[in-house]
């Protein structure tokens, strides 16, 4: 299993400025998810953060826009950059630390641009 | 292009009785895949999994049924109670490239009435 602990919880930011997310795991990860949940809709992945290695982001998200850090292998940031009231979703970091048979997640950061 | 859909964005079942939650896919190279059950304002929580190789797998109140041929899965809440009142994901695992991800269909709201 993994605890995941992420931060902030929410935030409510202005439009332009930029936030970065932390997410801290319990134990050493290889690979750590960043997902996205805009209001109503499905978890869609954003990137894949491995340590010591350049993120692998999906169709549709970019670096410039959603840089990730991933220093070791218990910790990584997401920052939202540049934000609009579009990027107003719950981001989500999630682990598999024992493999392919479960995904754990932290409790997700709600954040909302005005 | 959803790979992972989940056709019925609501479902009410009355307390005592069965819930039952489907899932399609389109991707035949899916070999493993979960569900999970989201409350607002947190990360989603694993329920259940199942590899490919099998077309049943149970826990509990929860069963979970594969039908490779259909690429079709659905999950069993058997007796339905009120806090089972969630929105429920389904996942696929996907090997891609030396790495792996997991696609998430979109989501159905259950409420268990009581």
């Known amino acids: 299993s993994a605890v995941i602990s992420q931060k902030p919880s929410r935030d409510i930011c202005q439009r332009g400025t930029s936030l970065t997310i932390q997410c801290q795991v319990d134990?050493?990860?290889?690979?750590m998810f960043w997902y996205r949940q805009q209001p109503g809709q499905s978890l869609t992945l954003i990137a894949t953060?491995?340590?010591?290695?350049?993120?692998?982001?999906e169709s549709g998200f970019v670096i410039d826009k959603f840089p990730i850090s991933r220093p070791n292998l218990t910790f990584s940031t997401l920052t939202v950059s540049n934000m609009s009231p579009e990027d107003s979703s719950i981001y989500l970091c999630?682990?598999?630390?024992?493999?392919?048979?479960?995904?754990?997640f932290g409790s997700g950061t709600q954040l909302s641009v005005l | 292009d959803q790979q992972v859909k989940q056709n019925s964005p609501s479902l009410s079942v009355q307390e005592g009785r069965i819930s039952i939650l489907n899932c399609d896919y389109t991707?035949?190279?899916?070999?493993?895949f979960l569900w999970y059950k989201k409350y607002p304002a947190e990360g989603p929580t694993f329920l259940i999994s199942?590899?490919?190789?099998?077309d049943k797998n149970e826990d509990g109140r929860f069963t979970v049924f594969l039908n490779k041929s259909a690429k079709h899965l659905s999950l069993h809440i058997v007796p339905s109670q009120p806090g089972d009142s969630a929105v429920y994901f389904c996942?696929?695992?996907?090997?891609?490239?030396?790495?792996?991800?997991?696609?998430f269909g979109t989501g159905t709201r259950l409420k268990v009435l009581a």
């Open positions: 199942i590899s490919s190789i099998k």
């Open positions: 996942a696929a695992f996907l090997v891609r490239s030396g790495t792996y991800k997991y696609i």
């Open positions: 999630s682990v598999a630390p024992g493999g392919k048979e479960k995904l754990f």
């Open positions: 991707n035949s190279m899916f070999d493993y």
């Open positions: 134990s050493q990860v290889t690979m």
């Open positions: 953060a491995n340590q010591g290695s350049e993120a692998t982001y």
